[in-house]
């Protein structure tokens, strides 16, 4: 170990106390309800419990009773045990009643119905043998888990908004309202942003037909007059480190600089319309009269409602083009889901204008979704508003400084000319996120600012160096967010909106997504919430999703760290930082539990309590591996998030699996460690295959990146079986969503089908 690894393993090992004696005491609690006692032989479960050193061994026509449990906690009380292995239902199913203090007690679950007797043909012998080996795996799983040392300190209660726009301002009103102090940072000097420049926003109260002036004043005023939320205008954060309940801002504004003390932090940073001087092609810049969308707005709340060209000229007839330059490859890829409501609030902004004054919106699709439709039948229902379904062929422009805009494919089934006064162009939303001048569709899904290639004994890594211009984050990953498709920042649309990839850090607003004020609103309201539940969660130690709760954290056992760096490029949430020489350094709040560190250490020294490569690798030698061929052994990796339930859905519906599989579940797939491949194989299983998320472009890992590195990782496995002359198609990764659980048996199946095809594993036997 290097002395820079001696002394990081100084500073973060805490001085030793003196401890309780712990000794282990297990005990196998089975269930024989649910069908488990009418499948199995329960007394050859028994022996083979006792015989994997569970001390104490009972079973339970009806374990998760009020007499099931307390037969446990009777032997709790009078028995000494302390380690409770249940063998029953899912560990999904039940968790209120098999729930002991996890600081004093360690449950292990043993899933006998749903993986084993509601999958498999009861009294069977194969049945027999998967139901013992998944005890033995839950044994061994036990026996390596430690009890817990949560990791609680005093942590900073106070929420950090940046940007003070609508949504800014309601995050920092809602977590006022929750009992939160506020740190408010907007880079302007007053306080509104988008919102307050509009003469008037979109209808917010039913029966949602008609626009109204902006509420943002009174928000601004509510936020002003209240003790608890510090306004810092003209303000720019210069540094944010540390990690949830401690992170340390620094901020500039209006000439001086100081460091606050924070709990969490919303991104409220907003938006910014789409560079017009790209749609040279739809007029901008060539035609005088062809304005955006937000240059519109400009035009009416400088001249008290009225429409004035930028020649000076008042406009009675109006056209607006939807989707310009979006939907479009060349420009934004994306629909920004509100400039047809925008368009439709200014075509009234036109008819309100004059009597005479009329508005042609011209329109691929109209998206006005949910109770916005209303507002679009009020428009169509306005004498003054034109709507046309069309495909632009070309803009000119026309006499007296007009526009003559030219459409095809219109519902007419005929070319037809508009010639207009001016056109105002639905120009899209580009989040703030991205820095200016980057261009968005340069982006890859997982782009993350500018690629490097470093060199390390451990090979070629590649790592990000964001552009920093919000957050500047001190963080080894790079100093901002990763991003989604198209700049947004969010971790996972689906599961979990509001968070990034940075934990402790929310997105809300249009930063994350191109959404209306009102949508802004509900957003922040959202995120105030996630902020202070990872605050909260961080103060007892626990993490965030979507392990809520989980109070272990990786431990790395730094006497034999090579300082390789590959937990810290790999991470998923940029929790571990690394000194000048590569030592990895962990900032426990940050860290979501996932184990991809883990699984990415080549010296395998990172561990939790309850999770460690030596405990997996003892689950998987704890399978029995007979030597006749008609009993073949496969070790199935399951990930908790998708895999595991699918598993327990099939078995709700009674789907009949394989038998010849053995499950053991993982956090995430990320977390695998070569070393269990080659010891499974070499143990004679004939083969491997990993459930886990889908990844890629929709990707649904949980942990964003797992089953992608495990995939990665599995490419150099394969290498590796080549050169023992073992087949690299005996190890399988399969995707799989939680609604694909019907494709189980055959995925199984055919996996299996496979493998015979290769005979039997020549490792077999030894
Ligand atoms: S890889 Fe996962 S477990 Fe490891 S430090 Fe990062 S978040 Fe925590
Ligand atoms: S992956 Fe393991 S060996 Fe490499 S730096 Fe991290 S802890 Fe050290």
Redesign the pocket.
Known sequence: MSDTAEETAAEQTPAEEPKEEYKQKIGAYICTGCDIGDSLDIEALEKAAAARKAEVVKTHEFLCSHEGVEMINSDINNEGVNTMVIAACSMRVNTDAFSWDPLHYITERVNLREQVVWTHEPNNENTQMMAEDQLRIGLARAAKTSRLEPAVTDLTRSVLVVGGGVTGLNTALESVAAGYDVILVEKEGQLGGWAARMRKVLPTTPPFTDIGPSDVSNKIEAVNASDRINVLLNAEITSTEGEPGQYKVTVSSNGSEETLDVGAIVLAAGWRPYEAEKLEHLGYGRIGSVVTNTQMEEIVAANDGRIVRPDGKTAKKVAFLQCAGQRDAEHLPYCSSVCCLTSLKQAVYVTESDKDAEAYIIYKDMRTPGLYESFYEAAQNNPGVMLTKGEVVSIEESGDGGVAVTIDNTMLGEKVVFEADMLVLAAGMVTNMLPEGKIVNDLTPDYVGEWKETETQDGIIKEVIADPHILKLKYRQGPEMPYLSYGFPDSHFVCFPYETRRTGIYAAGTVRAPMTSMQSEADAGGAALKAIQCLELAAQGKSVHPRVGDMTFPE?NYT?????????VECPFGTLDEDEK???KTNTYRCRRCGV?MG????K??SFKDYSVPMIADAMKSVNVPEEDDKPRIICLICENDAYPSLDIAGINRLQLNPFYRFINLRCLGGTNLVWIADSLSAGVEGIMLIGCKHGDDYQCHFIKGSEMCSERLGKVQETLSRLMLEAERVKQVQLSINEWDQLPQMLDDFAEELKGFGPNPFKGF
Do not use: V, Y
Not at 560 to 568: A, F, I, M, P
Not at 600 to 603: F, R, S
């Open positions: 790395i034999n760290c090579t300082q390789c760096r590959r937990c810290t590569g030592t990895p560190c990415a250490c080549p010296q020294i990172i």
